[in-house]
């Protein structure tokens, strides 16, 4: 895989391109019929059954328009609630288009002009990209000269055009105040993951992976490692400049760690999915020449920055395993994140990355089907939102069908219990076999927000999982419970 640049503007592109999380900002703007308020998930890896609704979408058989970008969807979604907010944004970081911003986003394009002349003045303009009047919606640009937008003091996440605003917005604000002071510190304290000054803790394992059934066990057995991290972190030149350039107070040692803490589950929380999957699944990871594993619908967020040895704790679940091959398939796969052609077999503990750029059923005909790529042992889509979008639909048909009818152990992500009703009842549609779904005990931690909705319930990233596996008939609720009782 082709070293991916670790020039500062490039990490600084990253890191403020990434803060608008186009996948969950278009997955978030789904009708309003298929939305409702959610919490954050249990921690329990009990499964739990859904009731489908009542009202089914109908899936179309054939594609007959250009294959969507969930990303570019997401950015141009900000203009529902916000009209105006996305030139905002692209004029606060110095781009003349989607299209650039885009190439940014995908390592494909130059960022030497990206116009910051020193931290400060970043951090400032990714702020101002954040003021917009929460309640009435309006931007800097749209109030008279005797007003200005001010932050909520509770949260620092959100603002207002006036008393007025504030007061009305209240009621719906207080719900989500405390959650929302947590991703305004999360969305600063992530510029230390960029830049690779917070190192997540890694190594063997001291227990077997069975024992290991969340974070709460995860941390445990990760104790003193993580704490000699975090107090390495906490200390750092790195944390020093970030606090002194962000423009507003230091918070306490013990909030920076939790945000810490929030932040190494967000990273590695789907490296620990894929082994949720191959354990659920019953995969052999002891497997001559090692197991493959496709992340189909991969975008940026799965590749811009990722390094060799970001999903080593995967290895680290299945000690002796013979090798783990992951392949990322996306048409928004980072330009940076080159096509894998080998099928040699891998050496054993060794956990290799790479990627395509590509809808998955493309790739399977080209590169599968050849004996170019070898074949999946599981296949993972993180939040695939096509239960929000008729396009995506049409996009992810032809893949779900191919995973059906080839009988490829399947696991696929949500961000809420309402899109895993939504994704449970189209995936029942298709006829195929779902063997359990329930949340996810490796969930990110890290509360995700809707940018543009900004007192809408915040969400966790792989929050709740679906794992089917072929083809079965429609299955009615009591049957699926039967199945679910079976699973996971």
Same mark, same amino acid.
């Given at each position: 895989m082709k070293t991916q640049c670790t020039c500062l503007a490039c990490k600084i592109s990253f890191y403020i391109c990434s803060t608008y999380s186009p996948r969950y900002q278009w997955t978030a703007m789904a009708p309003r019929s298929r939305q409702r308020r959610h919490k954050k998930p249990p921690s329990s890896v009990t499964p739990m059954v859904v009731t489908p609704p009542t009202v089914v979408t109908?899936?179309?058989?054939?594609?007959?328009?250009?294959?969507?970008?969930?990303?570019?969807?997401?950015?141009f979604s900000l203009e529902n609630n916000v009209p105006g907010l996305s030139q905002l944004i692209l004029q606060k970081l110095n781009m003349k288009s989607y299209e650039e911003y885009k190439l940014v986003l995908d390592g494909g394009a130059s960022v030497s002009?990206? $116009?910051?002349?020193?931290?400060?003045?970043?951090?400032?303009?990714?702020?101002?990209?954040?003021?917009?009047?929460?309640?009435?919606?309006?931007?800097?640009?749209?109030?008279?000269?005797?007003?200005?937008?001010?932050?909520?003091?509770?949260?620092?996440?959100?603002?207002?055009?006036?008393?007025?605003? #504030?007061?009305?917005?209240?009621?719906?604000?207080?719900? =989500?105040? #405390?959650?929302?002071?947590?991703?305004?510190?999360?969305?600063?304290?992530?510029?230390?993951?960029?830049?690779?000054?917070f190192v997540l803790p890694s190594g063997p394992w001291p227990c077997l992976a069975e024992v290991v059934q969340g974070w709460d066990t995860w941390f445990s057995m990760r104790h003193l490692q993580l704490e000699a991290a975090l107090d390495a972190v906490l200390g750092s030149h790195a944390m020093n400049t970030l606090w002194a350039n962000v423009g507003r107070p230091r918070p306490d040692p013990d909030v920076l760690q939790g945000s810490l803490k929030r932040l190494l589950t967000d990273a590695l929380s789907r490296p620990l999915t894929l082994g949720l999957g191959?354990?659920?699944?019953?995969?052999?990871? $002891?497997?001559?020449?090692?197991?493959?594993?496709?992340?189909?619908?991969?975008?940026?967020?799965?590749?811009?920055?990722?390094?060799?040895?970001?999903?080593?704790?995967?290895?680290y679940m299945f000690p002796g395993h013979l090798g783990l091959r992951v392949i990322m398939v996306g048409i928004d796969v980072s330009a940076n994140f080159t096509q894998s052609t080998s099928t040699s077999p891998l050496e054993p503990g060794t956990v290799q990355l790479s990627g395509h750029r590509g809808l998955y059923?493309?790739?399977?005909?080209?590169?599968?089907?050849?004996?170019?790529?070898?074949?999946?042992?599981?296949? =993972?889509?993180?939040?695939?939102?096509?239960?929000a979008s008729p396009d995506l639909m049409e996009?992810?048909?032809?893949?779900?069908?191919?995973?059906?009818?080839?009988?490829?152990?399947?696991?696929?992500?949500v961000y809420s219990h309402q899109e895993l009703a939504a994704s449970l009842q189209i995936l029942v549609?298709?006829?195929?076999?779902?063997?359990?779904?329930?949340?996810?005990?490796?969930?990110?931690?890290?509360?995700?927000?809707?940018?543009?909705?900004?007192?809408? #319930?915040?969400?966790?990233?792989?929050?709740?999982?679906?794992?089917?596996?072929?083809?079965?008939?429609?299955?009615?609720?009591? #049957?699926?419970?039967?199945? =679910?009782?079976?699973?996971?």
């Amino acid at each position: 895989m082709k070293t991916q640049c670790t020039c500062l503007a490039c990490k600084i592109s990253f890191y403020i391109c990434s803060t608008y999380s186009p996948r969950y900002q278009w997955t978030a703007m789904a009708p309003r019929s298929r939305q409702r308020r959610h919490k954050k998930p249990p921690s329990s890896v009990t499964p739990m059954v859904v009731t489908p609704p009542t009202v089914v979408t109908s899936v179309p058989l054939t594609l007959s328009k250009p294959d969507p970008s969930i990303d570019a969807l997401g950015f141009f979604s900000l203009e529902n609630n916000v009209p105006g907010l996305s030139q905002l944004i692209l004029q606060k970081l110095n781009m003349k288009s989607y299209e650039e911003y885009k190439l940014v986003l995908d390592g494909g394009a130059s960022v030497s002009g990206f $116009g910051f002349r020193c931290l400060r003045e970043m951090f400032q303009k990714m702020e101002d990209t954040f003021q917009f009047c929460a309640h009435c919606r309006a931007l800097p640009s749209g109030l008279s000269d005797s007003k200005v937008l001010r932050q909520c003091k509770r949260c620092r996440n959100v603002y207002y055009c006036g008393p007025e605003c #504030q007061k009305s917005d209240w009621p719906e604000h207080r719900k =989500v105040c #405390q959650e929302l002071r947590l991703v305004a510190v999360d969305r600063l304290m992530e510029w230390l993951l960029v830049t690779g000054a917070f190192v997540l803790p890694s190594g063997p394992w001291p227990c077997l992976a069975e024992v290991v059934q969340g974070w709460d066990t995860w941390f445990s057995m990760r104790h003193l490692q993580l704490e000699a991290a975090l107090d390495a972190v906490l200390g750092s030149h790195a944390m020093n400049t970030l606090w002194a350039n962000v423009g507003r107070p230091r918070p306490d040692p013990d909030v920076l760690q939790g945000s810490l803490k929030r932040l190494l589950t967000d990273a590695l929380s789907r490296p620990l999915t894929l082994g949720l999957g191959l354990r659920a699944l019953g995969i052999d990871i $002891g497997k001559t020449g090692g197991s493959t594993v496709h992340v189909v619908g991969a975008s940026h967020v799965e590749t811009f920055l990722t390094r060799p040895g970001d999903y080593d704790e995967l290895g680290y679940m299945f000690p002796g395993h013979l090798g783990l091959r992951v392949i990322m398939v996306g048409i928004d796969v980072s330009a940076n994140f080159t096509q894998s052609t080998s099928t040699s077999p891998l050496e054993p503990g060794t956990v290799q990355l790479s990627g395509h750029r590509g809808l998955y059923h493309d790739f399977w005909e080209e590169q599968v089907e050849t004996g170019q790529i070898a074949h999946p042992d599981l296949v =993972v889509a993180f939040h695939p939102g096509f239960h929000a979008s008729p396009d995506l639909m049409e996009a992810w048909l032809p893949t779900l069908l191919l995973l059906r009818d080839y009988e490829i152990p399947t696991l696929i992500t949500v961000y809420s219990h309402q899109e895993l009703a939504a994704s449970l009842q189209i995936l029942v549609d298709l006829d195929t076999h779902i063997t359990a779904y329930g949340a996810n005990p490796f969930a990110s931690l890290k509360p995700e927000q809707v940018y543009s909705n900004p007192n809408k #319930q915040p969400v966790y990233c792989s929050a709740y999982y679906i794992m089917f596996l072929g083809s079965s008939c429609q299955l009615d609720r009591t #049957q699926l419970e039967e199945k =679910v009782d079976g699973g996971v």
